[in-house]
């Protein structure tokens, strides 16, 4: 027997142990994600320096609204008009033929609500904006809930939903900041 060969015991033996190891650490994560939810809630402000009926005529343009608004990979068709309750607008992708939708279902003066269903097959998205005067100008106020279903995954989508989905926020509510101050 040459040495190269004896050692090959060793090494099988060594890689059953890795593999064991990944699987109870597999199977650990798996048993973990059971308990922890799927559920999710974000929620970003900003302060614009404008008062509530500038905000809420620019949110609320057809033609203003994918300007502001940020979809990752994609954008907010354009429409023409004022939106209001029961409207919807398309969201399109820069790489896949589906679309998604954003319905308006509540509108007033202080507060906005819209669901968006980012692709068919989708869990919905409650949003809602509020504002309210403060100091001069506007605090917008954008909350998200939802519930993820991607199987095993979903529980650790959902710890980091805050990070992921509020970057996004963060960039829209900037771009409507700039966009209500800039435009006059």
């Known amino acids: 027997m040459t040495k190269s060969s004896s050692s090959h015991p060793a090494a099988l033996y060594q890689l059953r142990k890795i ?11 798996v048993f973990v994600g059971f308990f922890l939810p799927t559920a999710y809630r974000v929620e970003r402000s900003v302060l614009i320096g404008a008062p509530s009926d500038r905000v809420y005529s620019v949110m609320l343009s057809g033609d203003c609204l994918p300007e502001w608004m940020f979809i990752q990979g994609g954008h907010v ?9 029961g ?6 992708y820069n790489d896949v033929v589906e679309q998604g939708v954003l319905s308006f279902t ?3 003066a202080d507060l906005i609500r819209f669901d968006v269903r980012p692709k068919p097959k989708v869990n919905l998205v409650h949003n809602e904006i509020a504002l ?26 959902a710890l980091f939903a805050n990070d992921i989905a509020g970057a996004n926020f963060e960039r829209s509510l900037q771009l409507l900041k700039e966009q209500v101050e800039h435009v006059r």
């Open 19 to 29: 593999t064991r190891i990944l699987a109870l650490i597999i199977l650990l994560l």
């Open 77 to 85: 068709v354009q429409s023409e008009g004022v939106l209001k309750q």
């Open 106 to 108: 509540d509108v007033s």
């Open 132 to 157: 309210q005067s403060s100091n001069g100008g506007t605090v917008v106020k954008w909350v998200i809930e939802g519930d993820l279903s991607a199987g095993l995954l979903s529980p650790y989508l």
């Open 87 to 92: 409207d919807s607008v398309a969201l399109q």
